[in-house]
């Protein structure tokens, strides 16, 4: 069984610049979860995807925005880039039955400069 | 408003004796809880989990214990082991929607051996 594979690994922008990051679902999860790790702090959740629309949202702008592929792969959009911006992009795929089964990648550093 | 909380950012504990992680939350709609455990440049892996109509639950070395009453709960590891360093996170999810878990800041453990 395949993890979760999330591309690039890291990656620098500068502000106002828009960023896309993918990931790769682990064989069999139908759902997939977007969460932003800064420096000290937990994951935050963004979004979630379950059949390709989105499933619930956090506190996070409209400029985050997010797709899921038919293959269950996702990517994360962020426009505008800000400096706050600057954080660790976690994906993490689940199966929707099943309680809290997240399956995590080993992210994305987003630098924003 | 931080509905998890882990009010110990690190915690340092000798090789072989008992490490003990805490957490409170306010969301009183939590009722399935989870820790996961993080080492750098890695993505958080899935550790234990207890739900709300239980107070204990082991998986050898690893026990939660869950206090409904004061919304908190507590990671025992018992042998610590330098191998058991890394950040561990809280987390919770609710009924309403179990697949969206939210996580707390998390404890950096240090085993010393």
């Known amino acids: 069984e395949t993890g979760v594979t999330q591309s690039p690994t890291h990656l620098i922008k500068t502000r106002g610049q828009q960023v896309t990051l993918r990931c790769s679902s682990q064989s069999g999860h139908n759902t997939v979860s977007w969460y932003q790790q800064a420096l000290g702090q937990g994951p935050q959740f963004i979004f979630q995807?379950?059949?390709?629309?989105?499933?619930g949202r956090g506190n996070f702008p409209p400029r985050f925005s997010g797709l899921q592929f038919p293959n269950y792969s996702s990517e994360l959009n962020v426009n505008a880039l800000e400096l706050d911006d600057s954080a660790l992009y976690l994906c993490?795929?689940?199966?929707?039955?099943?309680?809290?089964?997240?399956?995590f990648g080993s992210g994305t550093r987003l630098t924003v400069v | 408003d931080q509905q998890v909380k882990q009010n110990s950012p690190s915690l340092s504990v000798q090789e072989g004796r008992i490490s003990i992680l805490n957490c409170d939350y306010t969301?009183?709609?939590?009722?399935?809880f989870l820790w996961y455990k993080k080492y750098p440049a890695e993505g958080p892996t899935f550790l234990i989990s207890i739900s709300s109509i239980k107070d204990k639950n082991e998986d050898g070395r690893f026990t939660v214990f869950l206090n409904k009453s004061a919304k908190h709960l507590s990671l025992h590891i018992v042998p610590s082991q330098p191998g058991d360093s890394a950040v561990y996170f809280c987390?919770?999810?609710?009924?309403?929607?179990?697949?969206?878990?939210?996580f707390g800041p998390g404890t950096s453990l240090s085993v010393i051996p």
């Open positions: 995807y379950y059949r390709e629309e989105e499933n």
């Open positions: 969301n009183s709609m939590f009722d399935y």
């Open positions: 987390a919770a999810s609710a009924q309403t929607s179990y697949d969206k878990v939210i």
């Open positions: 993490a795929s689940s199966f929707k039955e099943r309680v809290g089964g997240y399956t």
